[in-house]
């Protein structure tokens, strides 16, 4: 130590150069109490603490043996002071490491200056050989600590105070396992709050009406789907996480749409995009709303994109209706008062050739001119009339009566009218509702009706008419802006010809709309039919598709005569008695699929909704549960109703089969040959309880 000290410790340039140093010095000033003895205990130095601990000097104690200098107190039987550091020596020097010592109760003489006798210390001794060249020990440091402070003041309480420490140690670990216990459930708590938090915006984020997704901002890969989506697109969401537009949609759509996402990631702003057309999985085009938005990471890169989008496919519908009836009705004024005026033309033109063939009367050439004259005013007369009729602004005769007998008693002349390689049949309902209306503008409708089908159908074909009780209930009267919900008298009219385009049907109650080649047509017959049906309270639906043929049905408020007729009674027993089974629901129509599931729920059944044939088929092939196929007739996507229940039959013959359409049930019947008594049919719109009944008269039948 003292050579370390000597060679590096104050080197300040070299070994001549180094300043000498007292050791002695150092050593007697140092702090700590320091005694040093030889092999025999003979006390060799003191540091000046350790005299002044000791209550010694030292001049009085070097050169004199330890335990001479500091013997036992003889007034103290128990003392174990000398005992305790002669062992401790005796180690040191037989083993020649450090030895430390347990507090030792050591008293010191009180020099007689001070009183004599004994003062009671404490000592934490620790004794360390010094080695000579040969490795025996030639000094040993005698190092104490002075611990009666901490021992003295309260002797006999040493261990007391230990014990008291411990305890205080024991306290502070039992408050900081308390706070620990407290922090773990704090963030215990914390983090459930948080999965609750989490949890309920996944809930929300799950449930919101319509599409949420999101798309990572490098990959533009999907990563987040919601049910909407699912619902919107068709496609589950494992089928879709993880995957690009590329892996939906042809190449150039793709492009275009990732070039979109693309510039709202770079331009931070939101994009609204307030109607676009898309195709969803089973090929039904939908109208969707979109808002598209970069959502950023704490740096302000963006990390993905959000995208909300809403199915306004039926909003869309409604306000297309509603456009659709506005225009109508504007034409409808136009056409009223442009008829108006015509009609007293008319009135003036005919009633003069009246008086001039009267006067011509003999006059051959003459008499023929002004009666050709008079029948092309006759006839201008008849379109006025129609005219007027789409104008709402024909004088109206109502009766009460039953469209069966309107029906029944037009048969011969409709036979007469429409040409022979026409079939006709008419088909009444039981009990049919009376109504109240024009009934010679309803025979004129129901002509106008059989000549379109007529004109339809130039190679030949079925005139269907029929009558049914109807309710428009109020999920109909939401889809069709126009009708009230209630009771209503129907009639179909229904053919197996050429069918109409969508956008046919869109027009074909505008006035002078025709497809007919010029002069063929006025496009002027259901102009009149829907003006008629309208002034009269009622409702008009033409259904048709291309190729299919096509159905007109006329609604006419019905005239309750019964206050609870016995069919309104056990139609309500009817819906009210619980039900079973599970329903395979086939429809692509969203609205009508919605309200179908919907009545089936209500009514007890277990419903899967699939929205075509094939989508019907992977479920049963994937051992989905059915007991009954609940299918729509005819479905864009390739298969039609009646494919899917051959197929359904022959590999489930135990599934029973109801099909649903809106052409009249004849129609279906009649147009398709493989239908037979397996397959069973109910027409739309159909009320909760005919459904009810229908499904149950198949489930019962084993
Ligand atoms: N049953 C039907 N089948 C197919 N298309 C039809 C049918 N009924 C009407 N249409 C279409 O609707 C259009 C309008 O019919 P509308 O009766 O108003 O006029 P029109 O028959 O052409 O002429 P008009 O009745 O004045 O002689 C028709 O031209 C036709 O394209
Ligand atoms: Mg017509």
């Known amino acids: 130590m003292a050579d370390s000290l000597n060679a590096d410790g104050l080197n300040t340039g070299g070994a001549e150069t180094a300043p000498s140093v007292d050791y002695r010095a150092l050593f007697e000033n140092a702090p700590g109490l320091h005694l040093v003895i030889d092999r025999h205990f003979t006390i060799v130095a003191a540091s000046d ?405 007529a004109h339809a159908m130039p190679n030949g074909g079925k005139l269907i008419l029929e009558t049914e009780n109807v309710r428009l209930d109020d999920d109909y009267a939401a889809q069709n802006l126009d009708v009230r919900p209630g009771d209503y008298a129907m009639l179909a009219v229904s053919d197996t010809g050429a069918g109409m385009a969508p956008e046919v049907i869109d027009r074909a109650f505008e006035p002078f709309f025709t497809t007919k080649p010029v002069g063929a047509g006025s496009g002027l017959g259901l102009s009149m039919v829907y003006g008629f049906v309208k002034q009269s309270g009622g409702h008009i639906k033409i259904y048709s598709e291309l190729g299919h043929g096509t159905t007109i049905r006329l609604y006419l408020p019905a005239v309750m005569q019964d206050a609870a007729p016995a069919d309104a009674v056990s139609a309500a027993l009817e819906e009210r008695r619980p039900a079973t089974g599970t329903v395979l629901v086939v429809e692509d129509e969203e609205n009508l699929r919605r309200a179908a599931c919907k009545m089936l729920k209500s009514l007890g059944y277990t419903v899967f909704e699939t929205a075509s044939g094939p989508e019907a088929l992977t479920y049963l092939r994937s051992g989905g549960r059915a007991d009954l196929l609940f299918s729509d007739v005819v479905m864009p996507g390739g298969m039609t109703g009646l494919e899917l229940a051959d197929i359904v039959r022959g590999t489930w013959p135990r599934l029973k089969i109801l099909l649903t359409s809106g052409y009249s049930e004849v129609l279906v019947r009649e147009s398709s040959e493989r239908l037979d008594d397996g397959i069973h049919l109910i027409g739309k719109p159909y009320r909760k309880h005919e459904l009810a009944t229908k499904i149950r008269e198949l489930l019962e039948a084993g």
């Open 49 to 453: 603490a350790y005299l002044s601990a000791t209550m010694t000097v030292r001049r009085a104690i070097v050169g004199r043996h330890l335990f001479d200098v500091f013997p036992d107190d003889p007034a103290d039987p128990a003392a174990t002071g000398v005992g305790n550091l002669r062992a401790s020596l005796e180690r040191v020097l037989k083993f020649r490491q450090p030895d430390p010592m347990a507090v030792q109760r050591y008293s010191i003489r009180r020099p007689d200056s001070e009183g004599g006798g004994f003062e009671e210390r404490y000592w934490s001794p620790l004794n360390l050989p010094i080695l000579d060249a040969g490795g025996e020990v030639r000094w040993i440091i005698h190092r104490v600590e002075d611990v009666t402070q901490l021992v003295g003041q309260q002797p006999v309480d040493a261990f007391q105070q230990l014990t008291n420490e411990q305890q205080a140690i024991i306290d502070r670990l039992r408050s900081i396992n308390r706070s620990l216990d407290r922090e773990i459930l704090d963030r215990k708590a914390a983090q459930q709050e948080l999965s609750q938090a989490r949890q309920f915006l996944n809930l929300v984020i799950e449930n919101i009406p319509g599409m949420v997704y999101a798309k990572d901002a490098t990959t533009l890969r999907f990563i987040l789907m919601n049910k909407g989506g699912e619902q919107i697109l068709g496609y589950s969401r494992e089928e879709m996480i993880g995957k690009t537009d590329y892996d939906f949609l042809p190449k150039v759509e793709a492009d275009a749409y990732t070039r979109r996402d693309l510039e709202v990631l770079a331009s931070g702003e939101l994009l609204v995009i307030p109607e676009e057309e898309i195709v969803n999985r089973a090929g039904e085009k939908r109208f969707i709303e979109t808002k598209k938005m970069a959502v950023y990471d704490p740096r302000g890169r963006p990390e993905f994109l959000l995208c909300l989008s809403e199915d306004i496919s039926a909003r869309r519908d409604l306000e297309q209706q509603l456009r659709q009836s506005q225009r109508l009705d504007a034409i409808g004024r136009l056409t009223g008062g442009m008829a108006h005026d015509f009609n007293n033309l008319l009135g003036v033109i005919t009633a003069n050739l009246d008086f001039l063939i009267e006067k011509v009367e003999g006059d051959e050439e003459a008499t023929s001119f002004a009666q050709d004259a008079l029948d092309g005013a006759l006839r201008g007369h008849e379109l006025v009339k129609r005219m007027l009729a789409f104008g709402r602004q024909q004088p109206l005769q109502p009766e009460v009566f039953s469209l069966n007998d309107a029906v029944t008693g037009m048969k011969g002349l409709l036979r007469r009218t429409i040409r022979e390689d026409i079939e006709m049949s008419v088909i009444p309902a039981v009990r049919l509702s009376p109504v109240v209306a024009d009934k010679s503008q309803l025979e004129n409708a129901i002509l106008n009706l059989a000549i379109n089908s």
